[in-house]
T-cell receptor, first 115, second 115 residues
Framework: GAGVSQSPSNKVTEKGKDVELRCDPI?????LYWYRQSLGQGLEFLIY????????KSGLPSDRFSAERTGGSVSTLTIQRTQQEDSAVYLC?????????????FGDGTRLSIL | AQTVTQSQPEMSVQEAETVTLSCTYD???????LFWYKQPPSRQMILVIR??????QNATENRFSVNFQKAAKSFSLKISDSQLGDTAMYFC????????????FGTGTSLTVIP
């Protein structure tokens, strides 16, 4: 597709369950970002992948959160043993290599609701 | 540490009028980039305008312009001739290469254009 694709668009799950969120970046974009947007809050940086370099995980809020990017393309964000405070919209963005002057292209996000 | 502050949680403007959204940031870096993103109810984030810190000239994109005051660390967005489609959340963002291209976002300003 032409843009960043995220799936699912909505996810409702019970507390304690694991969830996997998927992001398919724009073809050719080597930088990929995950953000969390809680109600009434700004965007919270979670993790950043750039090419084959080790990801910057400095924004992950706890060890229940992990992310991987296979083959330098699709990324999955996994949340284990979900808690109610994990409820948020999770946004993925991508940008080209050397994206210093390149804007991030965002997906539509996954709205995660923990019951 | 880098921080971005948007002090106006909500604003409204009459259609065809002009509105200015404020943003301040804090950094010790000298090389950085500033962005305004728009998030309509559809949820997808869209880049509105960007500014390189080394450029003194304020960026302009059609009806959107910024007032970049580097010494004051201020980066306000002016929307001229407001249109109903401008109704959205607006996020100010900061990025410096010196922190691994991590983006820092403000908490957003909800703008409503009144017909």
């Amino acid at each position: 597709g032409a843009g960043v694709s995220q799936s699912p668009s909505n996810k409702v799950t019970e507390k304690g369950k694991d969830v996997e969120l998927r992001c398919d970046p724009i073809s050719g974009h080597t930088a990929l970002y995950w953000y969390r947007q809680s109600l009434g809050q700004g965007l919270e940086f979670l993790i950043y992948f750039q090419g084959n370099s080790a990801p910057d995980k400095s924004g992950l809020p706890s060890d229940r959160f992990s992310a991987e990017r296979t083959g330098g393309s699709v990324s999955t964000l996994t949340i284990q043993r979900t808690q109610q405070e994990d409820s948020a919209v999770y946004l993925c963005a991508s940008s080209p290599l050397w994206g210093l002057e390149q804007p991030q292209h965002f997906g539509d996000g996954t709205r995660l609701s923990i019951l | 540490a880098q921080t971005v502050t948007q002090s106006q949680p909500e604003m409204s403007v009459q259609e065809a009028e002009t509105v200015t959204l404020s943003c301040t940031y804090d950094t010790s870096e000298n090389n950085y980039y500033l962005f305004w993103y728009k998030q309509p109810p559809s949820r997808q984030m869209i880049l509105v305008i960007r500014q390189e810190a080394y450029k003194q000239q304020n960026a302009t994109e059609n009806r959107f312009s910024v007032n970049f005051q580097k010494a004051a660390k201020s980066f306000s967005l002016k929307i001229s001739d407001s249109q109903l489609g401008d109704t959205a959340m607006y996020f100010c963002a900061f990025m410096t290469p010196n922190t691994g291209n991590q983006f820092y976002f403000g908490t957003g300003t909800s703008l409503t254009v009144i017909p």
